[in-house]
């Protein structure tokens, strides 16, 4: 655990790794700097979001002034502010004994500094742990002893606002997520016995009749029962154009109703709706660091005690072996001075705070335009992928294939379909009705609309052949369906039969071939149309420098035909599951991470062997939701050229505040050496930092 820890903005520091003895996790009863909490509730910084919550959530200056009110240690600094203030004034004005004006100062400041003494002094105890309240303790209890009680305490009291700053800025960053996505309504109007009753969202169970009447935020998901509308899901995706819903179709909590009322049956549980869930990821991300992150903390570690050690080298060995002085004398400074204006500067804040605000500011902006990031170590890929891989059935096309031909080997009339060729899409449709693959979804769809769905009981025992077909028992007879590649091995078929299917190929459509079990019996082909923008957005990551790569399990002429109409130039057809996984290995190399975008059914081992698994699945997809990297909720790829600029800035920011802190800390390091800054100063210099880079960080949140 690192540095400022028992500082408001702490849950950073303590409240993750739990493989480092984390407070927080493994620990539930310390706090991050050790305490006991039933010792030292309001100092510690896992509660951020208990007392403090509520002001943060305000903002503004009364809700700072509030979030000050609220924690020990600020209220303790803001009374030694007031101490040292009567003291500067009453010294000023009257004709006071000098004893009494440094004690008044020495009292100012040890209340101030009491709770930071403390946490820094149980964090080196319990955890053996050098921070910066041990720091600035030891600076302060310095100051006192070479007389420099004002600055001192200017110093502590500086400190102790720096960090609550720190907190409340966090707060709100972390805050700004919540604010924009509760728009569930916390009450619904409940259906029963023909009357209508207002009822609180969490008594409501699955399957209960609701009323959303039209303008009306949409409490819980649910499904359409009758009614028709447009729902802004913009709450949820970014997509600010209305969807239009009719009986049938999914709506989601915390999105708003449109002109005509519904009436919904609920499907989910107000604590498992797609925006609770979303919320509740969004904040585990939040926690889950980013590897600069790490990187700063492990820093922080080494470099705390390091620059202790130095501090004394710096009072001590100019004074006792070149014979400088110790202490102050005329003009020239004394090194224990120097000493401990080092102290004073070593103190981390600005740099430890930097990447964490940047981070979560960009991952909640990123879930406001609809784009889930699972955490920063994702945020930080996007901006470092120069491969993006994309599956195409479902992902660059639009997922709604629709049968252009039908061929059975006992067609009878091949004008019209024939009776023959049905029985070869009812015979296919009894085994689809068992599989999810789209494909499967719009033969069992057409099926049902040729009024064919019961010629055959549905298939049982199904299984899928990943990235080749579908089995399953009809009637007892093993029933295949699959690909051209899967037939021509195992179940011979006429030569005439290839023809006809290469044609189909070559119009870029999907062949699925039919096996009854003793011969095979005929094929449908599927036609499916490359979404909606994309062009635009592959054309787009191009122009940001990308490479696209196209992996499917569809054959060579229906890949490229999607392909070239959406603009990938690079196509690995014919492909199953584990040989897309092969694929993204052979991508991929040290410093050319590829991102493999998939709809996570057949595309799993890829999605997670690839740096980066993005899941366009939206915010219906469940699997998406838990497996992915990175969820594109509005279900649209134009969301990705979005999300890798913000990586990028994400990155860059990162990188120029790591930058700034670093450039000030050396030169401040070079003055306080040469007795060229004041303690005040250098605790100004670093509260003033801190400032710029949480600021700079939190520009992200208005990312467009
Ligand atoms: P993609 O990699 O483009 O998402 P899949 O791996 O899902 O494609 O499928 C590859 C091929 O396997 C399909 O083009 C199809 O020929 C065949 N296939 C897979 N599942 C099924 C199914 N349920 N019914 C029929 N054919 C299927
Ligand atoms: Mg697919």
Same mark, same amino acid.
């Not at 016995?193 to 009447?213: F, K, N, S, T, W």
């Given at each position: 655990?690192?540095?400022?820890?028992?500082?408001?903005?702490?849950?950073?520091?303590?409240?993750?790794?739990?493989?480092?003895?984390?407070?927080?996790?493994?620990?539930?009863?310390?706090?991050?700097?050790?305490?006991?909490?039933?010792?030292?509730?309001?100092?510690?910084?896992?509660?951020?979001?208990?007392?403090?919550?509520?002001?943060?959530?305000?903002?503004?200056?009364?809700?700072?002034?509030?979030?000050?009110?609220?924690?020990?240690?600020?209220?303790?600094?803001?009374?030694?502010?007031?101490?040292?203030? #009567?003291?500067?004034?009453?010294?000023?004005?009257?004709?006071?004994?000098?004893?009494?004006?440094?004690?008044?100062?020495?009292?100012?400041?040890?209340?101030?500094?009491?709770?930071?003494?403390?946490?820094?002094?149980?964090? *080196?105890?319990?955890?053996?742990?050098?921070?910066?309240? =041990?720091?600035?303790?030891?600076?302060?209890?310095?100051?006192?002893?070479?007389?420099?009680?004002?600055?001192?305490?200017?110093?502590?009291?500086?400190?102790?606002?720096?960090?609550?700053?720190?907190?409340?800025?966090?707060?709100?960053?972390?805050?700004?997520?919540?604010?924009?996505?509760?728009?569930?309504?916390?009450?619904?109007?409940?259906?029963?016995?023909?009357?209508?009753?207002?009822?609180?969202?969490?008594?409501?169970?699955?399957?209960?009749?609701?009323?959303?009447?039209?303008?009306?935020?949409?409490?819980?998901?649910?499904?359409?029962?009758?009614?028709?509308?447009?729902?802004?899901?913009?709450?949820?995706?970014?997509?600010?154009?209305?969807?239009?819903?009719?009986?049938?179709?999914?709506?989601?909590?915390?999105?708003?109703?449109?002109?005509?009322?519904?009436?919904?049956?609920?499907?989910?549980?107000?604590?498992?709706?797609?925006?609770?869930?979303?919320?509740?990821?969004?904040?585990?991300?939040?926690?889950?660091?980013?590897?600069?992150?790490?990187?700063?903390?492990?820093?922080?570690?080494?470099?705390?005690? =390091?620059?202790?050690?130095?501090?004394? *080298?710096?009072?001590?060995?100019?004074?006792?072996?070149?014979?400088?002085?110790?202490?102050?004398?005329?003009?020239?400074?004394?090194?224990?001075?120097?000493?401990?204006?080092?102290?004073?500067?070593?103190?981390?804040?600005?740099?430890?705070?930097?990447?964490?605000?940047?981070?979560?500011?960009?991952?909640?902006?990123?879930?406001?335009?609809?784009?889930?990031?699972?955490?920063?170590?994702?945020?930080?890929?996007?901006?470092?992928?120069?491969?993006?891989?994309?599956?195409?059935?479902?992902?660059?096309?639009?997922?709604?294939?629709?049968?252009?031909?039908?061929?059975? #080997?006992?067609?009878?009339?091949?004008?019209?379909?024939?009776?023959?060729?049905?029985?070869?899409?009812?015979?296919?449709?009894?085994?689809?009705?068992?599989?999810?693959?789209?494909?499967?979804?719009?033969?069992?769809?057409?099926?049902?609309?040729?009024?064919?769905?019961?010629?055959?009981?549905?298939?049982?025992?199904?299984?899928?052949?990943?990235?080749?077909?579908?089995?399953?028992?009809?009637?007892?007879?093993?029933?295949? =369906?699959?690909?051209?590649?899967?037939?021509?091995?195992?179940?011979?078929?006429?030569?005439?039969?290839?023809?006809?299917?290469?044609?189909?190929?070559?119009?870029?459509?999907?062949?699925?071939?039919?096996?009854?079990?003793?011969?095979?019996?005929?094929?449908?082909?599927?036609?499916?149309?490359?979404?909606?923008?994309?062009?635009?957005?592959?054309?787009?990551?191009?122009?940001?420098?990308?490479?696209?790569?196209?992996?499917?399990?569809?054959?060579?002429?229906?890949?490229?035909?999607?392909?070239?109409?959406?603009?990938?130039?690079?196509?690995?057809?014919?492909?199953?599951?584990?040989?897309?996984?092969?694929?993204?290995?052979?991508?991929?190399?040290?410093?050319?991470?590829?991102?493999?975008?998939?709809?996570?059914?057949?595309?799993?081992?890829?999605?997670?062997?690839?740096?980066?698994?993005?899941?366009?699945?939206?915010?219906?997809?469940?699997?998406?939701?838990?497996?992915?990297?990175?969820?594109?909720?509005?279900?649209?790829?134009?969301?990705?050229?979005?999300?890798?600029?913000?990586?990028?800035?994400?990155?860059?920011?990162?990188?120029?505040?790591?930058?700034?802190?670093?450039?000030?800390?050396?030169?401040?390091?070079?003055?306080?050496?040469?007795?060229?800054?004041?303690?005040?100063?250098?605790?100004?210099?670093?509260?003033?930092?801190?400032?710029?880079?949480?600021?700079?960080?939190?520009?992200?949140?208005?990312?467009?």
């Amino acid at each position: 655990m690192s540095e400022s820890c028992c500082g408001p903005e702490v849950t950073l520091d303590c409240c993750e790794s739990a493989s480092q003895a984390g407070c927080c996790d493994a620990a539930p009863q310390l706090d991050c700097c050790g305490n006991q909490r039933s010792e030292a509730p309001q100092a510690d910084c896992c509660d951020q979001e208990g007392g403090d919550a509520e002001s943060v959530q305000r903002g503004g200056l009364t809700g700072f002034a509030d979030y000050l009110l609220a924690r020990r240690e600020t209220r303790l600094a803001l009374l030694g502010a007031a101490g040292v203030t #009567l003291t500067l004034l009453a010294s000023l004005t009257l004709q006071l004994p000098v004893l009494v004006i440094y004690a008044a100062y020495t009292l100012a400041l040890l209340i101030a500094l009491w709770p930071i003494a403390r946490s820094g002094l149980n964090a *080196l105890r319990s955890r053996r742990a050098f921070n910066i309240n =041990l720091l600035m303790t030891i600076a302060a209890l310095g100051a006192i002893a070479i007389g420099e009680f004002l600055e001192g305490a200017v110093v502590v009291i500086l400190f102790a606002l720096g960090e609550a700053l720190e907190g409340y800025t966090m707060g709100r960053t972390r805050a700004s997520l919540r604010s924009l996505m509760t728009l569930a309504p916390p009450q619904a109007l409940r259906l029963r016995d023909g009357g209508e009753e207002l009822v609180p969202v969490a008594e409501l169970q699955i399957d209960d009749r609701i009323l959303v009447r039209a303008g009306d935020g949409i409490p819980l998901d649910g499904v359409v029962l009758d009614g028709h509308s447009d729902i802004n899901q913009a709450s949820l995706t970014g997509e600010s154009l209305p969807r239009t819903v009719g009986p049938g179709d999914e709506v989601y909590a915390g999105t708003v109703n449109g002109v005509g009322g519904l009436r919904l049956r609920v499907t989910r549980l107000a604590q498992d709706s797609a925006i609770s869930r979303i919320i509740r990821l969004v904040e585990q991300a939040q926690e889950t660091r980013a590897r600069s992150w790490r990187t700063i903390d492990r820093f922080a570690r080494v470099y705390t005690p =390091l620059a202790a050690l130095m501090a004394l *080298l710096v009072a001590t060995v100019p004074p006792l072996f070149l014979g400088q002085p110790f202490l102050n004398e005329g003009d020239s400074v004394g090194w224990v001075y120097r000493g401990l204006a080092l102290l004073v500067i070593a103190c981390p804040c600005a740099l430890v705070i930097s990447t964490p605000v940047t981070v979560i500011s960009a991952i909640n902006a990123a879930a406001r335009r609809g784009v889930l990031i699972k955490g920063g170590i994702h945020l930080e890929m996007l901006g470092r992928i120069r491969t993006i891989a994309f599956d195409k059935t479902g992902t660059l096309t639009a997922n709604r294939p629709g049968i252009a031909d039908l061929y059975s #080997l006992d067609c009878t009339d091949r004008e019209v379909i024939c009776a023959e060729c049905e029985d070869v899409l009812a015979l296919a449709a009894a085994v689809e009705r068992g599989s999810s693959h789209p494909l499967a979804r719009a033969i069992s769809a057409d099926a049902g609309a040729r009024n064919l769905g019961d010629r055959y009981a549905t298939a049982t025992r199904v299984t899928a052949l990943a990235g080749r077909g579908v089995q399953g028992y009809v009637d007892e007879q093993l029933v295949t =369906l699959g690909s051209h590649l899967l037939f021509e091995n195992e179940h011979p078929h006429p030569q005439a039969m290839c023809d006809m299917i290469a044609e189909s190929e070559a119009r870029g459509e999907t062949a699925v071939l039919l096996c009854d079990g003793e011969r095979v019996r005929g094929y449908i082909s599927l036609a499916d149309q490359p979404r909606e923008n994309a062009r635009e957005a592959i054309d787009a990551l191009h122009a940001q420098g990308l490479r696209s790569v196209m992996l499917t399990g569809d054959n060579p002429q229906a890949a490229g035909v999607i392909a070239a109409m959406v603009g990938v130039r690079d196509v690995r057809a014919g492909l199953l599951p584990e040989d897309k996984l092969d694929a993204i290995r052979s991508l991929e190399s040290p410093g050319q991470p590829v991102a493999m975008v998939g709809d996570g059914i057949n595309d799993t081992p890829a999605l997670s062997a690839a740096s980066l698994g993005i899941a366009p699945g939206g915010i219906g997809s469940d699997q998406a939701l838990e497996n992915a990297d990175v969820v594109l909720m509005a279900d649209d790829l134009q969301q990705l050229p979005f999300a890798i600029r913000l990586g990028r800035r994400a990155l860059s920011t990162i990188r120029n505040n790591i930058a700034l802190s670093l450039a000030m800390k050396a030169t401040f390091l070079v003055l306080a050496v040469t007795g060229g800054v004041s303690l005040w100063a250098a605790i100004f210099a670093d509260v003033g930092m801190t400032l710029v880079v949480t600021l700079n960080g939190m520009r992200l949140l208005r990312a467009r």
